[in-house]
């Protein structure tokens, strides 16, 4: 009987091995191919039926990514705009939870729902009205287009209001009676503390400017100021004449940084998110 | 949630909420004003002329069988983007949440596609489907015998921006699920296990009615996916076509706004979106609260 119920425990891993084998090598594999096709000719990326293994132009499309399509300025462009969003934004969520959650003010309600109502309110729906005002500002064609409307975020003034509440309460008391004050406070107690949620706000936040796409497309004009998630359209654009092997590799270099940033947060983004619904 | 304790000041608080709240008045809830006011206006070429309307925009988009079809390609793809994304995300977080060896190794393998892009995943799909050398519709040829126009076809094009969607949201979907998963309480599982209740039963009386508040986060972002990030991906892959097949709410919207310079109708169609986001916004609220509640 045991060894029956042993045999069936094991046979039961192997099948999940076999089962998440499988999911993980289908999820991964448009990645491998499009690995693939970035280091090979122009011929070798039209050779039917289609090579699966590395080519021999590695150096020569991610060269020609990097400089003739000039996605190394892309990207410049987009780390800059997504590191000032990033810590800016991270910032101003603190501050605003420091002050929904350790002060007594009138209309606090209103204000966190006045703060709230805005988590759902995607960029993309106020366009047109956005567009005009930051073009009357003078921002067009400027990094500040990109950055100052997306300093203010719902999601992070969210993350850190809950948190915030779930410590325990004698840390502000013994701080106060220490006669530290608020910023005191929240520079050298809560933040430490606090790693794991800043570092899931970071991931999301990091991610989501980085991925961009329609508001630089409408606002940034001058190429020497777009981001990289345009910069790829501006590569597939020419259809009949699209080297894919290049497209390949600037879609690779696209997405390396954010995913260097997803692989080095995420264990913080799911506890710090755990926490965030847990209490 | 605790009681916490507090910091005197009567300004401070509003100094720290300042930023914050500055910034939301002047670039959302100022734009939200202005997109109502200009949904009311006809705007000429450039901004240069502008002539109060009245509802003359909705009346005209309510009328338009080309905007009807708009909407309808947007809840079709989001219909099927969400229910199935979800679906297959899930499947895929129950057997990455089994506890074997190397499950942290799996976890990372299925939870990457987070970090992709719209534009990225639709760059590498175009490339993947594309007529004679993409490899899916190689395979495909080697089945059928012939290898499918998939940005010709209105259908296949559809089915193509389905399908890049669900991979590219693959990651975000399996993380939360993943993370309810680890959060639930398992006493309840056993106890169900010790009733007598199978497996299929435990799953859809005890697993899937726990993680219900997951499920409906991520049902509100999926659509909002669906509604708005999809545009990185449909100006990349099928720009709308073929016979604005693929042409969703907001790629209409962006077309009318910055190609054909109807600044007056993109934002009635701005209206539009707005009131179908509120609505979501509100239920997603109603709901939260039985969120709290569970984690206690």
């Not at chain 1, 001058?222 to 501006?234: I, S």
């Not at chain 2, 006011?37 to 005209?60: D, Q």
């Amino acid at each position: 009987m045991l060894r029956f119920l042993m045999s069936r425990k094991v046979r039961r891993e192997i099948l999940t091995h076999i089962g998440l084998i499988m999911v993980s090598f289908l999820v991964l594999t448009p990645v491998l191919f499009a690995l693939a096709k970035s280091t090979q000719t122009r011929a070798q990326v039209f050779h039917y039926p289609p090579i699966f293994g590395p080519g021999t132009a590695i150096k020569d499309n991610y060269y020609t990514a990097w400089h003739a399509f000039n996605l190394g300025m892309y990207m410049k462009n987009s780390f800059i705009v997504a590191v000032a969003v990033t810590i800016g934004k991270t910032i101003l969520s603190l501050l605003a939870g420091l002050a929904l959650v350790y002060f007594e003010f009138p209309l606090q309600e209103a204000v966190f729902y006045f703060i709230l109502f805005t988590l759902m309110m995607p960029t993309e729906i106020l366009i047109v009205a956005l567009f005009n005002l930051v073009s009357d500002l003078g921002w067009s064609n400027s990094y500040l287009a990109l950055i100052v409307p997306f300093m203010a975020s719902a999601t992070g003034v969210f993350l850190f209001r809950q948190h915030f509440a779930s410590i325990p309460s004698d840390l502000a008391d013994a701080a106060r009676v220490d006669g530290a004050g608020p910023l005191r406070f929240l520079w050298s107690i809560l933040i430490p503390i606090s790693w794991n949620a800043i570092g899931a706000l970071a991931l999301i936040q990091f991610i989501y400017v980085w991925n961009q796409y329609l508001w630089p497309l409408v606002i940034i004009r001058e190429n020497a100021k777009q981001v990289v998630q345009v910069g790829l359209r501006g590569m597939t654009a020419v259809q009949d004449v699209t080297n894919w092997g290049v497209v390949m590799a600037g879609a690779i270099l696209a997405m390396l940084p954010p995913l260097i940033v997803f692989i080095l947060l995420h264990q913080q983004f799911m506890r710090g998110f755990a926490l965030g619904q847990e209490k | 949630m605790h009681y916490q304790a507090k910091f005197k000041g009567r300004l401070l608080p509003y100094v720290l909420l300042a930023p914050t709240l500055v910034i939301l008045v002047v670039f959302l809830y100022y734009p939200i004003i202005q997109t109502f006011r200009l949904s009311l206006y006809r705007v000429a070429f450039l901004g240069l002329r502008k002539r109060f309307v009245g509802l003359e925009n909705f009346v005209s988009l309510m009328h338009s069988p080309d905007y009807w079809h708009t909407v309808k390609v947007t809840l079709v793809i989001t219909f099927i983007v969400v229910i199935g994304g979800l679906a297959i995300s899930l499947a895929i977080a129950l057997l990455a949440n089994q506890p074997i060896r190397g499950g942290a190794i799996y976890r990372i393998l299925l939870i990457w596609p987070y970090a992709l892009s719209p534009a990225v995943a639709g760059v590498i799909f175009l490339f993947l489907f594309s007529p004679g050398f993409g490899a899916i519709n190689y395979l495909i040829s080697k089945v059928i015998g012939r290898e499918l126009n998939w940005l010709g076809d209105p259908k296949l094009a559809v089915l193509l921006i389905i399908l890049t969607s669900i991979w590219k949201n693959l990651g975000y979907n399996i993380v939360f699920y993943l993370a309810g998963l680890q959060n639930l309480n398992t006493e309840v599982l056993e106890a169900a296990e010790i009733d007598g209740a199978g497996p299929w039963r435990r799953f859809w009386s005890v697993t899937f009615a726990l993680l219900s508040p997951i499920t409906f986060f991520l049902l509100i972002t999926n659509i909002t996916y669906s509604f708005f990030d999809i545009f990185g991906m449909i100006d990349i892959v099928t720009k709308g076509g073929p016979m604005d097949a693929t042409n969703v709410m907001i790629y209409n919207l962006y077309r009318d706004a910055f190609e054909y310079y109807k600044s007056g109708l993109a934002a009635a169609q701005s209206v539009i979106l707005f009131a179908l986001v509120v609505v979501l916004t509100v239920i997603q609220f109603r709901t939260s609260g039985r969120y709290v509640h569970y984690g206690g």
